[in-house]
């Protein structure tokens, strides 16, 4: 079976790419450029331009299904609010197009939780209303409503995920983008033997591994499901303070390296613990695609690729 995975320069796209390509799959992979020299002679990484509608006919021919990661970061969104919203709705219309008429059998968006809300506190289930107004939330939501519209038209099946904080240990060390959080701390501690917080670590957050991620993609790529809405939260269901997470890296960190490690917290904010979160996993559970994740497992796993991957600074 053939998948096509948009994106793939990101940490997911990237990921995604190896596991599926370990699990037998045939997988293509839609960039806009390839942004590192291992990538320069993959044939299975292919450059596109998402507005033309010649690049996504020939690049979805013979493809069974779709993994829809491509789009502008928080980042992007924030500096350019009206560009950004259009051109991640621009891009997955034209992308649907190319699946209609390549008879794809699924499409799957990789959509955000944040969605919800710009103050992500409370319970939150699929049925939650939607109502963050910040650019890079609006973006996803109008993609996750085109998308919804070719499926309830029958023209194509689609399933939207709605990711938490996607963690695990990446399969290159050549990502340009190191602001995801276990990703930064991690790199932190391999090159100063410290870790400085940008926050005083009393916020909460949904951590999901890369394990359980995969586990959910491959059951939805092998098996059918008719959804009464297809959008679902992919989640961990439990979610961590940034100190929790801090001192289960400390005390695996010792664990490896029998060092201490420094810490620089700032000084404590006010009323940081009132934005607990939880998000449903019932949909997940009740269609068997959650797995159990080890989150010490995954740290350790992260902390000896970075240890062996990064030199430290003097």
Same mark, same amino acid.
């Given at each position: 079976?053939?998948?096509?995975?948009?994106?793939?320069?990101?940490?997911?796209?990237?990921?995604?790419?190896?596991?599926?390509?370990?699990?037998?799959?045939?997988? %293509?992979?839609? %960039?806009?450029?390839?942004?590192? @020299?291992?990538?320069? @002679?993959?044939?299975?990484?292919?450059?596109?331009?998402?507005?033309?509608?010649?690049?996504?006919?020939?690049?979805?021919? /013979?493809?069974?299904?779709?993994?829809?990661?491509?789009?502008?970061?928080?980042?992007?969104?924030?500096?350019?609010?009206?560009?950004?919203?259009?051109?991640?709705?621009?891009?997955?219309?034209?992308?649907?197009?190319?699946?209609?008429?390549?008879? %794809?059998?699924?499409?799957?968006?990789?959509?955000?939780?944040? %969605?919800?809300?710009?103050?992500?506190?409370?319970?939150?289930?699929?049925?939650?209303?939607?109502?963050?107004?910040?650019?890079?939330?609006?973006? *996803?939501?109008?993609?996750?409503?085109?998308?919804?519209?070719? *499926?309830?038209?029958?023209?194509?099946?689609?399933?939207?995920?709605?990711?938490?904080?996607?963690?695990?240990?990446?399969?290159?060390? *050549?990502?340009?983008?190191?602001?995801?959080?276990?990703? @930064?701390?991690?790199?932190?501690?391999?090159?100063?033997?410290?870790?400085?917080?940008?926050?005083?670590?009393?916020?909460?957050?949904?951590?999901?591994?890369?394990?359980?991620?995969?586990?959910?993609?491959?059951?939805?790529?092998?098996?059918?499901? /008719?959804?009464?809405?297809?959008?679902?939260?992919?989640?961990?269901?439990?979610?961590?303070?940034?100190?929790?997470?801090?001192?289960?890296?400390?005390?695996?960190?010792?664990?490896?390296?029998?060092?201490?490690?420094?810490?620089?917290?700032?000084?404590?904010?006010?009323?940081?613990?009132?934005?607990?979160?939880?998000?449903?996993?019932?949909?997940?559970?009740?269609?068997?695609?959650?797995?159990?994740?080890?989150? @010490?497992?995954?740290?350790? /796993?992260?902390?000896?690729?970075?240890?062996?991957?990064?030199?430290?600074?003097?």
């Amino acid at each position: 079976m053939k998948v096509l995975i948009t994106g793939g320069n990101g940490f997911i796209g990237s990921n995604l790419y190896n596991y599926l390509l370990l699990n037998n799959y045939e997988v %293509v992979v839609a %960039v806009r450029f390839k942004t590192f @020299d291992l990538l320069l @002679d993959n044939n299975n990484y292919v450059e596109v331009d998402y507005n033309n509608s010649n690049d996504l006919i020939d690049i979805c021919k /013979n493809v069974n299904y779709i993994i829809h990661t491509a789009g502008p970061n928080s980042s992007y969104c924030s500096e350019n609010p009206i560009s950004s919203i259009n051109q991640r709705v621009e891009i997955t219309q034209n992308l649907l197009n190319a699946a209609v008429l390549n008879n %794809v059998e699924k499409f799957i968006y990789l959509s955000s939780v944040h %969605v919800y809300s710009d103050n992500l506190t409370g319970f939150f289930s699929e049925t939650n209303p939607t109502i963050n107004i910040n650019p890079y939330a609006i973006s *996803h939501l109008n993609t996750e409503n085109t998308i919804l519209k070719f *499926h309830n038209l029958n023209k194509l099946e689609c399933i939207i995920l709605r990711l938490s904080n996607v963690f695990g240990t990446p399969n290159n060390i *050549h990502f340009s983008n190191w602001d995801l959080f276990f990703l @930064d701390i991690c790199k932190q501690i391999a090159t100063t033997e410290k870790l400085s917080l940008k926050s005083d670590g009393s916020q909460y957050r949904d951590f999901i591994s890369l394990n359980s991620f995969f586990f959910t993609i491959q059951k939805l790529l092998k098996n059918s499901y /008719n959804f009464e809405l297809p959008i679902l939260n992919l989640a961990n269901g439990h979610s961590y303070s940034i100190n929790e997470i801090v001192n289960k890296v400390e005390f695996i960190y010792k664990e490896i390296t029998n060092k201490n490690l420094q810490i620089n917290r700032f000084k404590p904010e006010v009323n940081n613990i009132l934005n607990k979160n939880e998000f449903s996993i019932n949909k997940l559970k009740n269609y068997g695609l959650y797995k159990n994740q080890n989150t @010490d497992i995954e740290i350790k /796993n992260m902390l000896i690729y970075f240890l062996n991957n990064f030199k430290k600074t003097s």
